[in-house]
């Protein structure tokens, strides 16, 4: 045999050879790998981004654009590759601060009688500011009962009406059902005392941030007193205190014939802004499963300083007026930073892609994640699983709350790894608030309710949340690296197994198929 021959055949076993090869990492090369993840690299980089000089992280500002930065050069220095917009790490989406005008926004109802006007702030105010200005009107649809599941009522008929919930929408899920079926309106009924409908009518006439997804649609949104809409229903023919004290099983639609609700809307647009999502891919080994991806997804802003009136969420306890955020969610974008230092030091690579995002926008009402599963930079469809971490750096030192065991065979997977590393200390738990319902309170949710299965690490909330005193000096940065490891365990699993992990058939019904 020549040397050419040698050569060829060495080839062709390298080749048949490359498989087995990249079948697994040695138990060197994942040792190195998460002994990367360690407690004092956790403090000292939730002290970068938690520090005072931050701010609190709020969306938009200029201390988020500072911590996207930090998190896109670290992407950058583990050898990640860019997955946000036109070759770089970031993501950007865009939106607008808008005001109410109330002196020229009203609503009218009419064909009940005598036309009944509703005024704004007295009578009603926009729920949202998801639309335009303009007048949105249509025929009143009282709906009563559930927002989920089969419904008997001919959805497609409630197109351009105006729907009064008399059940309201208790989560996202549900509103954005209602919203699918397209009408003019949506009238959310509101019982508040004089004390509570004052504080919600400052908040609504206040500059807000309009929804970077949501945009500019064709549904405006109200909330409308009772005792402001009771007498006109009741001419009507209606008895709304009954209606509401009732409960059918399934969801019931009442038209009023004649009766109609206008509303005029007046916004005024002050000021565009955008902010950034962070994106940073590890590309996977294997030839086919490389197309694949396992998400990690942390969000990096917080609530921000408090305001000189101590408007916002934060509110400032004697001199300290920093919500600093440091457990929410300082903890988990850096256990994404840490997790993705870990996988690019693995040899090989694990057999998946794993795409690192840390978003924000999340405390304005997931903006970011919402935005980037409405905009992918990868396939959707291709995104097996993902991982979200919100809060991971407080509360008990050996357990963790898991959400969304129940709802795929993720569930089975993070156990049997738990179990496979009892070193680590630290046992995953099911969802101890199911009343909370933190499932559809974080950046997982986006991806869910597009049929990615999801685990949601969350070490529950504790007095400092969204407060000024989340702050590094309280984070358990020892246990945050055990999370950390343990999620890059399972996290690996799902990157280096041939099946792609599957939902149960009935929350994928309830979750996925119900939220669209």
Same mark, same amino acid.
């Given at each position: 045999?020549? =040397? ?7 080839? #062709? @076993? ?61 992407? &950058? ?19 607008? %601060?808008?005001?109410?005008? #109330? ?25 949202? =500011? ?16 559930? @927002? ?40 959310? @009924? ?53 209606? &509401? ?69 934060? &509110? ?63 396939? @959707? ?45 630290? %046992? ?8 909370? =319902? ?65 939902? =149960? ?12």
């Amino acid at each position: 045999m020549n =040397n050419d021959q040698v050569k060829r055949l060495s080839l #062709a @076993l390298a080749t048949l050879l490359a498989p087995a090869l990249l079948a697994a990492q040695s138990p060197a090369s994942i040792s190195r790998a998460v002994n990367s993840i360690t407690p004092e690299d956790i403090r000292r980089r939730i002290g970068i981004i938690a520090d005072d000089s931050m701010r609190g992280r709020d969306t938009p500002s200029p201390e988020l654009e500072k911590v996207a930065a930090y998190v896109a050069r670290e992407f &950058r220095r583990f050898g990640l590759q860019p997955g946000g917009d036109s070759g770089t790490y970031l993501q950007r989406y865009h939106f607008d %601060r808008v005001q109410f005008v #109330a002196d020229s926004s009203i609503a009218f109802v009419h064909g009940a009688g005598d036309d009944v006007t509703l005024r704004y702030a007295t009578d009603f105010v926009f729920a949202d =500011n998801a639309f335009a200005s303009g007048d949105y009107a249509g025929a009143l649809v009282v709906l009563h009962g559930p @927002l989920t599941g089969a419904t008997p009522v001919d959805t497609a008929a409630l197109a351009g009406k105006m729907l009064v919930l008399a059940t309201p929408a208790r989560n996202r899920a549900e509103r954005a059902r209602v919203f699918g079926w397209r009408p003019a309106g949506v009238v959310q @009924l509101a019982s508040d005392p004089d004390s509570v409908w004052a504080v919600a009518t400052a908040r609504s006439s206040r500059p807000q941030l309009r929804d970077p997804v949501r945009g500019v649609g064709s549904t405006a949104t109200l909330r409308v007193r009772v005792q402001s809409l009771r007498p006109a229903l009741a001419r009507a023919g209606l008895d709304l205190d009954a209606l &509401r004290q009732a409960g059918p099983a399934a969801l019931e639609a009442t038209p009023l014939p004649g009766v109609q609700v206008h509303v005029h809307a007046t916004v005024r647009i002050l000021k565009r802004n955008s902010a950034p999502n962070v994106v940073g891919i590890l590309e996977g080994s294997d030839p086919r499963l490389r197309q694949e991806y396992v998400v990690f997804s942390a969000h990096m802003d917080h609530v921000g300083v408090a305001g000189p009136a101590g408007s916002g969420q934060c &509110r400032a306890i004697g001199a300290d007026s920093i919500c600093n955020g440091a457990d929410d969610d300082a903890s988990g974008t850096i256990a994404v930073v840490g997790a993705a230092e870990a996988f690019a030091r693995l040899r090989p690579r694990p057999k998946r892609s794993i795409l690192f995002l840390t978003v924000s926008g999340e405390e304005k009402g997931l903006w970011g994640s919402s935005y980037f599963t409405e905009h992918p930079t990868v396939p @959707l469809a291709n995104v097996v699983a993902d991982l979200n971490i919100d809060m991971v750096g407080r509360n008990w030192t050996d357990t963790i709350v898991v959400i969304g065991t129940e709802h795929s065979d993720l569930g089975v997977t993070l156990h049997r790894v738990a179990a496979a590393h009892p070193e680590l200390g630290m %046992r995953p738990i099911d969802d101890l608030w199911p009343q909370e =319902n933190f499932y559809f309170r974080s950046d997982h949710y986006n991806f869910a309710r597009k049929g990615v299965p999801i685990l949601f690490f969350f070490n529950g909330t504790h007095p400092d949340y969204h407060r000024v005193g989340d702050e590094v000096a309280r984070i358990d940065a020892e246990k945050e690296s055990r999370i950390v490891k343990l999620a890059f365990y399972l996290g690996l699993e799902i990157a280096n197994r041939t099946e792609r992990p599957k939902w =149960n058939p009935a929350s994928y019904r309830q979750i996925a198929e119900g939220a669209n």
